[in-house]
Each structure stands twice: as structure tokens, then as C-alpha cells.
């Protein structure tokens, strides 16, 4: 009922920018947070950036001033701007959100994660 499509991820040095996108789609009624996490091999996924519906964020320390997450509610979707790229930042990139959507005459919420993007930063 709720698809994630993420996209813009890449290889990139050490020091450059890149930007990823994600955009909702389906019966969707409402979208309340967005997020993207992260997790590099043999490592747990981790949290890097979430914005609330009014735009409040939050970010993980380790990309504080580097990274900015945004979204468009029209267009259902978030992107992270993603700037001083490093080679700790190399890591497959999930978008999330929480949404409320229809499934026939219902009403639903629900959790949902997209594909995951790579992104590889070489020193």
C-alpha cells in the first residue's frame, strides 16, 4: 500500500557532497516523520537524520553540520544533503517514514523502509 523509492546515492571522495532522495507513494492520508539511517557492513543500522511533519530535525552527532535533512509534504518526500563527505560515512542509506494510509474502506498506520542506497566515500 506504501512504497519508499530512493535514489541519488553513489561513490564520491572524500570531502565531496552528494544528495539522496526519497518519495512516498500509495494510499497515503498522512506522512508523519521521515528519516534516513544508515549501516555499514558488520555494523548495526543507525540512525543519522529525522524530520517531523512540522519540520522539526534531528540528527546523529557524527553528521551534525554536515548533513541537513529536508522534505517537500507535497511531493512526499525527504532528501539529505549530505556535505564533508568521509570514509566513515560509507554505508548503505534507508529512508523511513511513518504514514497513515487506505487499504480498501480502512485506515491504517504503518512503518515502512525503503530499497536502501549506497553511498561509498574513498579517502
Known amino acids: 500500500q506504501v512504497q519508499l523509492v530512493e535514489s541519488g546515492g553513489g561513490l564520491v571522495q572524500a570531502g565531496g557532497s552528494l544528495r539522496l532522495s526519497c518519495a512516498a507513494s500509495?494510499?497515503?492520508?498522512?506522512?508523519?516523520?521521515m528519516g534516513w539511517y544508515r549501516q555499514a557492513p558488520g555494523k548495526q543500522r543507525e540512525l543519522v537524520a529525522t524530520i517531523t511533519s512540522g519540520g522539526s530535525t534531528n540528527y546523529a552527532d557524527s553528521v551534525k553540520g554536515r548533513f541537513t535533512i529536508s522534505r517537500d509534504n507535497a511531493k512526499k518526500s525527504a532528501y539529505l544533503q549530505m556535505n564533508s563527505l568521509k570514509p566513515e560515512d560509507t554505508a548503505v542509506y534507508y529512508c523511513?517514514?511513518?504514514?497513515?494510509?487506505?487499504?480498501?474502506?480502512?485506515?491504517?498506520?504503518?512503518?515502512?523502509w525503503g530499497q536502501g542506497t549506497q553511498v561509498t566515500v574513498s579517502s
Open positions: 523511513n517514514t511513518a504514514v497513515r494510509y487506505y487499504s480498501g474502506i480502512r485506515i491504517y498506520t504503518g512503518d515502512y
Open positions: 500509495g494510499s497515503i492520508i498522512s506522512i508523519n516523520s
